[in-house]
């Protein structure tokens, strides 16, 4: 039997710390549209997709349902507010009970083509939450036996916006960053091989012009010895 959360703040309109945004409407939208039909948001660590399915980065769980509702009270009051339910993967409700990966982040579309407006394509765990007023995330065995709740607490929200090529920004910051790093390494292999050639080339003209001094400086070499006067004189000696 699958497990199941109640539903868990996932996301609040307002600018995050680092200076993003998400809107009432946005949260609106991807409340009214989401469904697993039309794409299942899976969960993923830190919004790294893995290749393996037992690998260190793969999906953690899926959001089954997203509802929109204003926070009533507390510092958040009177802001719209996505919430989301949960099926969570074994492995992460092992990690979150140790104290790990305890926040969401969710991964907004901001133009969906099938619903003309914000759509929610997944969901983030992370420890470094980007928005204010964050809270911990965490998974408690109820009394109505199978099922499995977070603890009612102020969640951490996090926007992983799309890039234009529609994968997630954090995705497309890791394959900029490798490409940086293959093009800078290329780059300096390209150096060393000039230097290479260049240091040969000098070590080439050093070498040709000793050759060139050697007759200037009236050396000769010593004539060969083929053995023919050694034997004369033998004979002298009969």
């Given amino acids: 039997m699958k497990l199941t959360t109640d539903f868990i703040r996932a996301a609040v309109e307002g600018i995050t710390a680092d200076g ?9 939208q991807m409340a009214a549209s989401y469904s697993q039909d039309t794409y299942n948001a899976r969960i993923w660590p830190e919004h790294i997709r893995g290749i393996m399915p037992d690998g260190l980065f793969k999906a953690l769980g899926d959001v089954v349902a997203a509802k ?13 507010a996505l919430y989301v339910q949960l099926e969570p993967h074994p492995d992460l409700i092992t990690m979150v009970r140790s104290g790990q990966k305890v926040h969401l982040s969710i991964e907004m579309h901001p133009q969906f083509p ?3 407006g914000a759509y929610l394509m997944g969901l983030g765990v992370t420890d470094s939450p980007a928005s204010l007023g964050t809270g911990v995330m965490k ?3 109820s009394s109505r036996g199978e099922s499995v709740f977070t603890e009612p607490q102020e969640l951490a929200t996090t926007v992983e916006p799309f890039d234009t090529a529609g994968q997630p920004e954090h995705f497309s ?8 790093e293959i093009n800078r390494l290329r780059a300096e ?3 060393i091989k000039a230097a ?3 240091l040969k080339a000098d070590t080439d003209a050093e070498i040709d012009d000793l050759k060139g001094q050697i007759p200037a400086a009236g050396y000769k070499f010593r004539p060969l010895t083929t053995g023919t006067e050694l034997e004369g004189e033998l004979k002298g000696w009969r």
């Fill in 189 to 191: 292999r390209d150096e």
């Fill in 139 to 141: 998974f408690s065995t």
């Fill in 173 to 180: 910051k890791m394959v900029n960053y490798f490409t940086t």
């Fill in 20 to 28: 993003r945004e998400i809107t009432a409407s946005q949260i609106e």
């Fill in 196 to 198: 290479y050639a260049k």
């Fill in 114 to 116: 099938n619903t003309n």
């Fill in 68 to 80: 929109a509702e204003r926070i009533k009270e507390g510092e958040l009051a009177g802001k719209m």
